[in-house]
């Protein structure tokens, strides 16, 4: 009989029809021959169709060709790994993708376990994966525990809960919780416990729950874990497992006991209730760690002679949480953690490992004086170790408990100090911060004399950070002045391009406030100016301190070392050659020319002096040729007001730590009615002719003139005027300005400034202070002093504390008071408050008050606090009666 074939791709597959009757049968040469061909072909039969069925006049029969088996995954892997390219690598990978792919659309189950397999190994190289999901889901369904493996490996690899594949493992993977098998048990277990999404978590829980209570160890600590994906997942099913976990500390297995603690963990770290519910278990984790300690050599739990560290370290963790604010749980717990710092061998990492979890505890924990000690000097032995990541752990930890144990962390301040020399820039970074941290008024003189050498050698990243900390620590402990200005001169020496931005008026500010040392500094920074110009802010401290002290350097007044023999013209080289090198920048010509118009009134060679500024009257930076322009003018039109102008800088106000020197913001006022506030720009408004010469001096504690009189209402056609109420409209065009009023008797506010006496003399007037404001953890007291020389003149300082954890940044203060004041706000002494009250904002206001009229202001506040702006305004009018008689 002959049979038609028909090839389809690489399959062939043979269809034999024939016409027969029901009750006949196939001749026995038909079945030979049949037979035959088969065994010849290799194929086997494909049951026929329904609808062949249906046909009882026609028989269908499909033989398919055995292709060959695929290769094993052991084979895939040796011959990837023979690839010599990249290019040849892919090759071979998309050749047995497109061979599985082959052998999944033919839906072959002999061989898709192994299939997967391979496709898993590729998916680990990079390569994409992602169409054997649906099969991973046919091998979890398989009731082969081999199949079954391979599946759940690949559901945990190839898939996650965004993809909605995943729902469909549900049903199996509850029919597997109830399985027989334990393994198969746990493999349902791991997978949910991996990739379990909400939805899962939500309806397996109640599985899980059974398998925590059931005697079997091996799946109980798979249950446990299981159960912390399932808390985070969906944390209001925490009360679920509550009954189950109270039995699993009494568990002899060391896997359930640790996936016991984990839980417990992460119960506690998530609910408040829970945390006080299982505190009464302090005593039970005592003793379990206490057997851990005391027990002998147990060859299944030990490692490097310490018996189960692992369960150590969780049982740790898991007592610093449940001591942390807890006097009675911490009283429990401090005679084992002292054991398990003084039993622990530290010849291994693994005992560090526990000390470091130890140490973490005693100091979170509300723990005895002498346990803390005992913990500090653990770090201080970890800073002698030769691993980088144990100095390393440290220093962030002694960084953390330096302000709360300070003097047992200065015990290893050598040992800390030394870490500065370390090849490992982390560990280095952390030396510095830790060493600035331990600086105070007893070693500042040595441990400035090691930052200093270490801001010599270090990296240029290391410079920044190390000069501003040396100068913030200087201005807090200095011995003597004569020692704060070395050390700082010494910082711009070394790493002047480096500072801080306000470095430079706060050294001037120091320089100018230290009158006995003005002809030292002025030599000192004259000799440095002579080796060195490529510092800018040195030179251009050293510029202003000549402007100022020419007089004194020419003539050798300088008793603290042996003065030098400089001429008026060897200073106005020196001056003349900083504004013509190309190493100076405009700031520092600026610096430089004014310096020069200084000495006009201190050097004879007035002259050479006009000759200079006339040169840079017409010089291409716009800066540098407004000054020359202006000082030109004082030369020629006010000649007569040049010394009085150009005489020295007075002492200046003290009024920051860390932040630049005085910068005055002027504060009109209107509508006595309600206290509007209407604050002016930061560049005041000159009040005459004369004020425009005020900058020359260029210092910049220099205030304008402020009018005495009522002002008027003023308006801005771009809205520059800041609406501190929010209730008034800046719409507008220019108004004509009305006729001023006649000023009132009192002298003007601030035409002091003009003389060569200090602005105000103040001194304590015996006023209370007072709280103006105390909201969110921010409070506002005001103190308060009274001029001498113009009674009027109140000066109230305000002191800003933050009593919250997280510092307070972006800090703005501004006040307002009615028209019948005037009001001058100063700059603040920061825009940032520390947190925990460790350190205070201050910023001056100056209130005139002719009319003695009681004092009443608006104030309004505006920070970041923990990434949010905050914004608010008070009201005070409960000032003290003697603030403002």
């Known amino acids: 009989m002959r049979l038609p074939l028909r090839v389809l791709q690489q399959d062939c597959v043979f269809y034999v029809r024939r016409k027969f009757n029901v009750t006949s049968s196939l001749t026995a040469t038909s079945r030979s021959a049949e037979a035959r061909r088969a065994a010849i072909l290799n194929v086997w ?81 990079g390569y994409p994966a992602h169409f054997g999901q649906l099969e991973c889901l046919k091998l979890i369904a398989s009731q082969k525990f081999t199949d079954k493996r391979i599946g759940y490996l690949g559901a945990m690899l190839l898939l996650d809960e965004r993809q909605d594949v995943h729902l469909l493992m549900t049903n199996c993977i509850k029919n597997d919780l109830n399985h027989s098998t334990q393994y198969v048990q746990g493999l349902a277990l791991c997978t949910l416990g991996c990739m379990g999404s909400s939805e899962m978590c939500r309806d397996l829980a109640g599985e899980v729950e059974k398998l925590l209570k059931t005697s079997n160890s091996y799946l109980r600590k798979k249950a446990a874990l299981c159960a912390v994906h399932v808390i985070r997942k969906v944390p209001e099913l925490m009360e679920m497992f509550l009954p189950a976990t109270k039995n699993l500390l009494s568990e002899k297995n060391h896997g359930v006991l640790h996936t016991s603690v984990v839980l417990l963990t992460e119960m506690c770290e998530r609910s408040p209730d829970m945390l006080s519910h299982f505190r009464k278990l302090v005593p039970q984790l005592v003793r379990i760690l206490k057997n851990l300690i005391m027990s002998g050599y147990s060859p299944e739990h030990d490692v490097s002679g310490i018996s ?55 100091m979170d924990i509300k723990s005895e004086s002498g346990l803390r000690v005992l913990a500090i000097n653990i770090l201080g032995r970890f800073l002698l170790n030769n691993d980088k990541n144990i100095r390393y752990v440290a220093l962030t930890s002694l960084l953390k408990t330096v302000q709360t144990d300070h003097n047992a962390v200065q015990r290893h301040r050598s040992t800390i100090v030394d870490c500065l020399k370390d090849l490992d820039v982390s560990i280095k970074r952390r030396a510095m911060e830790l060493s600035f941290a331990l600086v105070n008024g007893n070693n500042i003189r040595g441990m400035m004399k090691e930052l200093l050498y270490f801001l010599d050698s270090c990296d240029p990243e290391f410079k920044a950070d190390c000069a501003s900390g040396v100068f913030l620590a200087a201005e807090k402990y200095a011995p003597s002045k004569r020692w704060h200005i070395d050390t700082i001169m010494r910082v711009l020496t070394t790493a002047g391009s480096y500072v801080r931005d306000d470095s430079v008026p706060n050294l001037i500010q ?56 400089v001429t008026e013209d060897e200073v106005l080289d020196v001056l003349e050659g900083l504004l013509v090198s190309n190493l100076s920048t405009p700031v520092t010509r600026g610096y430089s020319l004014t310096a020069i118009m200084k000495l006009s009134t201190r050097f004879s060679s007035v002259n050479r002096i006009k000759k200079v500024v006339s040169i840079y009257g017409s010089s291409i ?151 103006a404001y105390n909201k969110n953890g921010l409070k506002i007291d005001f103190t308060f002093e009274r001029s ?54 201050t910023q001056v206001i100056r209130v005139l008050n002719p ?35």
Not at 319 to 348: C, F, H
Not at 678 to 701: E, R
Not at 799 to 823: D, G, I, R, W, Y
């Open 788 to 841: 001498n020389q113009n009674p009027n003149i109140s000066v109230i300082t305000i002191h800003a504390t933050n009593s919250t954890e997280a510092e307070m940044t972006e800090f703005v203060f501004q006040a307002a008071v009615p028209k019948t004041f005037q009001l001058q706000l100063l700059s603040p002494s920061s825009n940032i408050v520390p947190a925990l009250n460790q350190g205070n904002v």
């Open 510 to 565: 120091l320089i100018t406030n230290s009158v006995e040392m003005h002809a030292y500094t002025v030599q000192r920074l004259y000799k440095a100016l002579l080796d060195d110009i490529s510092q800018q802010p040195l030179v251009q401290v050293a510029s202003w301190c000549i402007g100022e002290y020419g007089d004194l350097l020419v003539s050798g007044q300088c008793e603290e070392e042996e003065p030098i023999q």
């Open 621 to 771: 930076d716009v800066e540098l040729q407004q000054r020359a322009v202006e000082y030109n003018a004082l030369f020629k039109k006010y000649d007569h007001m040049r010394p009085a102008l150009l005489e020295r800088m007075p002492i200046m106000e003290k009024t920051s730590t860390n932040g630049p020197t005085e910068i005055v913001q002027t504060n009109g006022e209107t509508e006595s009615a309600v206290l509007d506030t209407k604050l002016t720009p930061a560049v005041p408004q000159p009040a005459s002719q004369a004020n425009d010469l005020l900058d020359l001096l260029g210092g910049n504690d220099v205030v304008p003139v402020i009018q005495t009189s009522v002002p008027t209402k003023p308006a801005s056609a771009g809205g520059e005027l800041l609406d501190l109420l929010g209730d008034l409209s800046l719409t507008g065009g220019p108004t004509p300005a009305p006729a001023p009023s006649a000023p009132i008797s009192q002298p003007p506010f601030l035409l002091d400034g003009l003389s060569s006496q200090p602005l105000f003399n103040d001194t304590a007037a015996g006023i209370p202070p007072m709280t």
């Open 308 to 362: 189960d560290p692992f369960l150590q370290v969780r049982i740790l963790r898991l007592l610093r949480i449940l001591g942390k604010g807890d006097d009675d749980s911490s009283e429990a717990m401090n005679d084992i953690l002292a054991q398990v710092a003084t039993n622990t061998e530290t010849s291994k990492n693994v005992g560090n490992a526990i000390l470091y979890e130890t140490v973490l505890t005693i």
């Open 45 to 125: 039969s494909v049951p026929p169709s329904d609808a062949y069925r249906k046909d009882s006049s026609h028989y269908l029969v499909s033989l398919r060709l055995r292709m060959p088996a695929p290769i094993r995954l052991r084979e895939l892997i040796r011959t990837i790994r023979t690839a010599r390219t990249q290019a040849e690598e892919r090759e071979m990978i998309q050749k047995e993708c497109a061979a599985i792919r082959s052998s999944f659309r033919e839906e072959d189950n002999t061989y898709r376990c192994r299939n997967v397999a391979k496709l898993l190994y590729m998916h680990m190289l």
């Open 851 to 885: 009319q003695k009229q009681q004092l009443r202001m608006r104030v309004k506040l505006t920070y970041t606090h923990k990434g949010t702006p905050v914004q608010d305004l008070a009201e005070v009018n409960n000032f003290p009666p003697q603030s403002w008689q």
